[in-house]
């Protein structure tokens, strides 16, 4: 059974549902869920019992049209109906974005949602991936995000906030200065289906904003803030032309009866929902600092109702993740399919307090041996990106992302960029469509390669990172000569004069410009790990805002960030 249970992380880039675990636990429960990021606290129990006595109702007849549910969403929202456009689901609206508005090419900062780097591949585009950098805690830099979106010649911009996996923050200030820096790109999308879970500002959403420009569209789901991911049903928010354009694509009928019913109940429920984001905010401090005391376990911070976690040295994710779920029954995602990531880090939801003490409890036994053995060893190999869908894999696999077969390629030399010059401190952007050349590959031909396993910290004289050096075209070899008898010394034959091999590299000064794009982080290394570099400090007016508590509890905490009466 336990063999069945785990084959099933084997299949795709996403985790496996809940349904399918179940099936294969054989008393057809689930485990506890510390994976899908929903909300723990809501629906309430009795909101629960209200639908269940119901179930009959919903699921015999026909939903109303999604003009009338988008309609009471948007009168609880207090939004003009014409400025959103409803889905099933937040992919089912990334889907139709992708197909209509993103024409050539889309940014991304890495690791991130899958969706947002599969989908734009699926149907031929260019993603250009911005590293996130472990060394700046996964920070998002706009400044060097719009320098990379200007030299790549990037049409399409996407800022998830908070961030998935790592749960990162922009505040809305400077949100706003990037969209007007940016105003003249085809797209800009401000992905906050996490966005209800954070309280570093009152109102950080910038919906009000985005339906006041022409190219900004802002992302919401609602299975996650409501804790419903099976109901599928988000929205998003824009200008009344970009809106009404992904609208007019959408079937009539394409939210169900169970999206209705919820959507209905809503207006009732104001107070209960605002309380479920308060107590997720506070378990989120709780859970960070009980896992903060793990050895060697780092907890970054977070935004999102999850805390993006890297195991200690000598941990493998997918074996902690498999030993977990197998000898715990708990569900914990680890993130080594995430481009920009790798097995050493999980994604953890957070949840309520007894939950986290055995999570905690669980994850003593399997990294420390406490009771189960020896620590969880660490792979020597890498795991292969998987999008879990074919015709991405063929595509990372067989091309160099842009369609063009390796062979060919390799063989006709680099491909020409349609890109402008780099500017100070850039590095030129690659044309395959990945956006990130590959180690060991030029103009990012080619599949990640595993990374070594990293080594236990050695004695501060002997922690200098190696910079990486650009690659070195191969020096002619002289031929071996064999050693003189001891006599008067041989004349050596007549060789062409050739040039004298390379001194041995001299570490180079860090560097301090933006960290160019580069290899998904294999083996616990990550890009800035490899190369050695290090992002510059955030610049004037980027700093994240500090917290300023919780919002009202009696008030409906909408989509625009403005309190309503409940």
Known sequence: MAGNVTSLFRSGAHSPSMAALAREGGDGTGPVDFCIPCNPYFPTPAMMETMAARLKDIITFYPSSADTITAELCNLLQLPPQAVAMGNGSTELITWIDHLLVRESLAIPVPTFGRWTDQPMETGK??????????????????????????????????????????????KRALVQFMDAMADLDLIVIDESFLEFADAEQEPSVVQEAMMRPNVIVLRSLGKNFGLHGIRFGYMVANPSLAGKVRSMLPKWNLNAFAEYVVFMLREHGAEYAQSLLQVRKDRLEMASQLSVLPGLTVYPSQGNFLFVRLPVGAEGT??????????????????????????????????????????????????????GAAVPELGTGTSYSSGTAAVDRLVSETNGAGIPLAQAVGAGPVPSLTPAPGPGLAAAPAAGLGMPMAGQSGGVGMPQPMMAPVPAAPAAAQMQMPMQPPMAPQPMMAPVPAPAPAPPMQMPQMPQMPAPAPAPVPAPMPTGPTPPGVPARGGLTAAQVRGATAPPPAPGLTPAPATGWPNAQSWPNAAGMGQAG
């Open 126 to 171: 260019r993603v250009d991936m911005f590293p996130l950098q472990e060394s700046n805690g996964f920070a998002l830099d706009l400044a060097q995000y719009a320098d990379f979106i200007r030299t790549r010649g990037t049409r399409v911009a996407v800022i998830c906030n908070p961030n998935n996996p790592d749960g990162g923050f922009v505040p």
């Open 319 to 372: 074996v902690v993740r498999d030993r977990m779920l197998t000898e715990h029954r708990i569900l914990v995602r680890e993130c080594g399919d995430k481009i920009g990531s790798s097995s050493r880090f999980l994604r953890l939801v957070v949840r309520p307090e007894v939950d986290v003490r055995r999570l905690v409890s669980a994850m003593e036994q399997v990294l420390y041996g406490t009771r189960r």
